[in-house]
Every structure is written in C-alpha cells, then in structure tokens.
C-alpha cells in the first residue's frame, strides 16, 4: 500500500554532516505527519524528530539545535539534516509516516508505516 524509502546514512566523523531523505509513495490520501527515530541494538527505537503536515516540528532534547527536519509535501518526502554530530547518534535511522488512505473502500484516518532503516555510523 504504502513504501518508505530512505536514503543518506553512513559513515561520517565527529562534528561532521549528513543528510537522510525519505520518500512515501503508494496508496496515500493525506500524510498526517513524518519523522525520523533511531534504535541502537539492544535500545528501544526513539523519536528524534517529527514533522506535520501543517509544518510544526518537534525534536528530541538530544538532538536540538543540531538536527532539523523538514518536508516537501508536493514529494511526499521528508528529510533530516544532521549536523555536528556525536558519536552517540550512531544508530539505525527509520523513517516513519502517518497517513490516511483507502484500502478496499474503506476509510483508514491513521496508518503508520516505517522505512527499511538507514545505518549512520559516527567514528573517527
């Protein structure tokens, strides 16, 4: 019905920059909102970052100040600028998305779906 697909991790040093994009496509009615969370083995996944569709952002305290998330609703994409970075934001990285759709006739208000996980690695 509904693909995430993430792009941008890898290995970057201490103090350095990336970028995650992440773009919905399928079925969708209405994206109700999108944001990035991260999971660490053996952590539970966490919010970093969330974007609705009327363009209000919320952040994790780690990450504030230093990461920004923005949106292009007319792609359907979100993305994730990730600046000086911390060895400890070494993580998988999921895209996520609420959406609205139509499945079968029927009106679905809330879905969440979630990307493939992109791994960001942050090492000198």
């Known amino acids: 019905q509904v693909q995430l697909v993430e792009s941008g991790g890898g290995l970057v040093q201490p103090g350095g920059s990336l970028r995650l994009s992440c773009t919905a496509s399928?079925?969708?009615?209405?994206?109700?909102?999108m944001g990035w969370y991260r999971q660490t083995p053996g952590e539970q996944r966490e919010v970093v970052a969330i974007?609705?569709?009327?363009?209000?952002?919320n952040y994790a305290d780690s990450v504030k100040g230093r990461f920004t998330i923005s949106g292009d609703d007319a792609k359907n994409t979100v993305y994730l600028q990730m600046n000086s970075l911390k060895p400890e934001d070494s993580a998988v990285y999921f895209c996520?998305?609420?959406?609205?759709?139509?499945?079968?006739?029927?009106?679905?208000?809330?879905?969440?779906?979630w990307g493939q996980g992109t791994q960001v690695t942050v090492s000198s």
């Open positions: 399928g079925s969708i009615f209405r994206i109700n909102s």
């Open positions: 996520n998305a609420e959406a609205a759709i139509y499945a079968n006739s029927t009106y679905y208000p809330s879905v969440n779906y």
């Open positions: 974007i609705s569709s009327g363009g209000s952002e």
